[in-house]
């Protein structure tokens, strides 16, 4: 069982924290299908203390969701600081993650995110001031190296680990690869050898058997999801009963993915507002259609509309007509 801290998670099953995406209406979803930890997007630590509106609201977490890990960034010991003093006293999160994986250049300009890792030695200290500043578990988001003459992912675990982190999670790409290429599974079990605090790998696991091969090839503590619950939290709970069971449970048809999208644009909405909300589940439903038939015009569609109503006339439309064309075929 995956345990951070004091904290002992349900299963070893963990939702990335994506930017753009981890809000609460998505991670509620995530935890309600299984998820043993679910993360926050990563916050500037900057726009926490300077109590920026948008920033503060995105640090909100739903007693449901807990345990939750929140992820905060920055170049600097005294916002990053700062911020996590923050984030324990004023949130009900259960766990502070630094980000050291980010790769946008916006990220990294300001010697944050994948910039630490380049230097053991800062990453050593900037952990070490956090976690001597607040009483939760510290935890680490990293990527295996800068580029490929700079994999210093071993050094870089050690550090966290010897400044006090309660745990690592280690992408398997370097900051260069960025989202493309293959995730470096063999470096990522080179960091679970080398540190006795948890490791977590994250990197091409998009079903439950790359969870489970992760697993037995690696030795880590927790597997990290991503990209592969988006728009499908069923691979989440297929997963978890994958790894207890060896069974794998059936897709969802057409219609219970439907309604699982229009949960999440109710749960958007209450976060954002109407407005908002419609223009950020355009991508969302997108994700939730993938690989239905004909989807790609449905796509189209969605990506014009506005309001609620529509996308949901929109969406139950669709399903009816796969039905329809269902029906038509078993004559």
Known sequence: MLKIGDITMKNQVVLAPMAGVCNPA???????FGAGLVCAEMVSDKAILHENEKTLRMLYVDEREKPLSLQIFGGE????????RYVEKATNADIIDINMGCPVPKITSCDAGAKW????????????????????????KMRIGWDEDHIYAVDNAKAVEAAGGAAVAVHGRT???????KANWDIIKQ???????????????????DAKRMLDLTGVDGVMIGRGAL??????????Q?????????????SEKIEVCLLHLE?????????????????????????????????????????KGELTAVLYDYVDQLRDDQEAEAV
């Open 26 to 32: 998505f991670r509620l979803i995530a935890k309600e």
């Open 77 to 84: 010991k005294e916002t990053l600081v700062g911020a996590a």
């Open 117 to 140: 890792l380049l230097d053991p030695d800062k990453i050593y200290e900037m952990v070490k001031v956090v976690v001597n500043a607040v009483d939760m578990p510290v935890t680490v």
């Open 175 to 181: 900051r260069v690869q960025m989202y493309e290429g």
């Open 191 to 209: 960091v679970k050898d080398a540190v006795s605090i948890p490791v977590i790998g994250n990197g091409d696991v998009v079903t439950p058997m």
């Open 231 to 240: 728009g499908n939290p069923w691979m989440l709970y297929q997963t978890i």
């Open 242 to 254: 994958y790894l207890e069971t060896g069974e794998i449970p059936p897709m969802p048809t057409p």
């Open 267 to 307: 749960r958007l909405i209450r976060l954002k507002g109407e407005k908002i909300a419609v223009m950020e589940m355009r991508k969302h439903a997108a994700w939730y259609l993938k690989g239905l038939r004909g989807n790609a015009k449905i796509r189209r569609k969605i990506n014009e509309i506005e309001t």
